[in-house]
């Protein structure tokens, strides 16, 4: 019932806040370019599957430059490559954030 489903909205939004807390400690880590990886993952939250030119173009960074902060995310694996096989247009899951929106969704 409503009750049930309140609780259900409440542990998601733990669940979401324990998720960027964690990312914020993962990227203490990250080198370089800081602030464009906070920016990046914040923008995860909202477009939690996304492409090379897409952070490129929300970014406004090169594609290369997004390329190397995918690769450093999939690497610290916040990202998922989600077709392995495949060498161009890759697409890339956030899947934590995938998997706390999906819970209760079954």
Do not use: H
């Not at 993962?26 to 939250?45: A, E, H, I, K, S």
């Not at 610290?76 to 060498?87: F, G, N, S, T, V």
Request: positive net charge.
């Amino acid at each position: 019932g409503i009750a049930e489903t309140s609780d259900q909205a409440i542990e998601t939004a733990k669940s979401i806040i324990s998720l960027k807390n964690a990312m914020s400690e993962v990227l203490r880590g990250v080198p370089r370019r800081r602030d464009n990886y906070q920016l990046l993952v914040d923008d995860l939250f909202e477009n939690p599957v996304t492409s090379r030119y897409e952070v490129a173009e929300r970014l406004k960074i090169t594609p290369q430059a997004a390329g190397v902060m995918i690769k450093q995310l999939c690497d610290l694996r916040i990202l998922q490559d989600m077709d392995i096989k495949r060498q161009r247009n890759k697409k890339y899951a956030f899947g934590a954030y995938i998997n706390i929106l999906m819970k209760g969704t079954e």
